[in-house]
């Protein structure tokens, strides 16, 4: 089946020290989302690839960043996590050729900072 | 610009009772309009997606949704709750642009009482 796959899916790190999320596709769709999302709360776009081109959110910490080396994959840097990095991270794809192209989602990694 | 507000951020239920979670839309072009769901520690799934073919969308689960213009809503109902519909639910629409980005609501959690 076509999926989204986020490895991995449980992530333990330290305060400060730097991790990586990552996010892969068989959809072959040209937008990949990173979304964090915290307790109780919906998530939060962080960035996004249309095909190669990188588009951040105004309000996303420069601690984050982000690389697509090909259709497939994305990933998801942090630089130096602080305790109010813990949440959820999820990736999705979507098509975007159109606005009524849903967005499909990963299954999160949970990343807790010690 | 485009924004999406859910009502009650928890709905208790009881098994078999109707269920309806609300949203309400604001967007200066004609919207698209989706429901998601999601359980503890997973991804967001779609439930069902409104595109402006029809005004009532059935989606996966039971669940449908009904497009009133003339209200800015797009309430998610099911007319018999069952114990596994206990997620958090997540109304979002379509932003137009560039890669389409989805503007979530704040999210409901459903309970439901056995």
């Known amino acids: 089946d076509a999926m989204v796959i986020q490895n991995p899916r449980y992530q333990v790190t330290q305060f400060g020290k730097p991790v990586t999320l990552s996010c892969s596709q068989t959809?072959?769709?040209?937008?990949m989302y990173w979304y964090q999302q915290k307790s109780s709360q919906a998530p939060k776009l962080l960035f996004h690839y249309y095909d190669k081109d990188f588009n951040n959110e105004a309000d996303t910490p420069d601690n984050f960043q982000s690389r697509r080396p090909n259709t497939s994959f994305c990933f998801l840097d942090i630089r130096s996590p602080g305790l109010g990095d813990a949440a959820m991270y999820l990736c999705a794809t979507s098509r975007a050729t159109s606005a009524n192209n849903e967005q499909f989602f990963g299954p999160g990694t949970r990343l807790t900072v010690l | 610009a485009q924004s999406v507000t859910q009502l009650g951020s928890h709905v208790s239920v009881s098994e078999g009772a109707l269920v309806l979670l609300r949203c309400n839309y604001s967007?200066?072009?004609?919207?698209?309009l989706f429901w998601y769901v999601q359980y503890p520690n997973q991804g967001l799934q779609l439930l069902l997606k409104?595109?402006?073919?029809?005004?009532l969308v059935k989606g996966i689960n039971g669940f449908e949704a009904e497009f009133k213009k003339s209200e800015t809503s797009f309430h998610l109902t099911k007319p018999s709750a069952h114990m596994s519909d206990a997620a958090e639910y997540f109304c979002a629409v379509s932003s137009w642009g560039s890669s389409y980005k989805l503007i979530f609501g704040s999210g409901t959690r459903l309970l439901v009482r056995p």
């Open positions: 967007s200066s072009v004609p919207p698209y």
């Open positions: 409104y595109t402006s073919a029809a005004t």
């Open positions: 959809l072959n769709h040209n937008v």
